[in-house]
């Protein structure tokens, strides 16, 4: 499980339900507002223990109530990424057998 805090409220948002070098999508625990920009971050096993921390900008192109109440499948692109978080991104989708979420 990889979870997502919104950087400003540093508030735990949902979980990545899955990721590209794109965009990902999210399931939420919040309602978070269509069509809004975020600022997201995320950790990505890095074979340390915390993980290396992903910080992303984000648009929210989509949103979809889920199954269970209160939780929301939503569609993002990213938008800003440092290039070292851009390139460790793509190296942890690109690792042999990789970890797709």
Known sequence: TIEVTDTMTEHLVGRIGNISETGMMMLATVHLMDDALFQFRFSLP??????RAIEV???QLWSDAANVP????????FIDMSPEDAAHLKAWIEQP???FV
Request: charged share 15%.
């Open 57 to 59: 900008g984000s648009h």
């Open 70 to 77: 209160g939780q929301f499948w939503a569609g993002f692109r």
């Open 97 to 99: 057998g990789g970890q």
């Open 46 to 51: 890095d074979g340390s223990a915390r993980g």
